[in-house]
């Protein structure tokens, strides 16, 4: 069974940066999608970023103002995502949530449905 937890989030003003963790267990190999979310109060969750487990590939969202402020990573050796969030605006406020899809998925992307497990979220609150 694949569990992840995040970590990391916090109060920041804007302009600040912050880093979030997401430590996935029950994965054997390296072949599946993990990713970030993010879910703001009276909104729908929206992707922030995904890639594959080994770190072959990095999927983005159109939204240029996430794209090119944010940055998913990974530490393989410690089966951890993380997601480095730079120049944070009061937009971004949200509940970030970690994903992860199947274990030996085939498919990666930004996509709700490539995903099946999800953690409890950790919250951003950015103050201008």
């Known amino acids: 069974q694949v569990h992840l937890v995040e970590s990391g989030g916090g109060s920041v003003q804007a302009g600040g940066s912050l880093r979030l963790s997401c430590t996935a267990t029950?994965?054997?190999?390296?072949?599946?999608?993990v990713g970030w979310f993010r879910q703001a109060p009276g909104k729908e969750r929206e992707a922030v970023a995904a890639t594959w487990l080994d770190g072959s590939t990095t999927f983005g969202v159109d939204s240029d103002s996430v794209r090119t402020r944010f940055t998913i990573s990974l530490d393989n050796t410690k089966n951890t995502i993380y997601l480095q969030m730079n120049d944070l605006k009061p937009e971004d406020t949200a509940m970030y949530v970690c994903?992860?899809?199947?274990?030996?998925?085939?498919?990666?992307?930004?996509?709700?449905?490539?995903?099946?497990?999800w953690g409890r979220g950790t919250q951003v609150t950015v103050s201008s």
């Open positions: 994903a992860g899809g199947r274990p030996d998925g085939r498919t990666c992307g930004t996509a709700r449905a490539f995903f099946e497990y």
């Open positions: 029950g994965y054997t190999g390296t072949s599946a999608c």
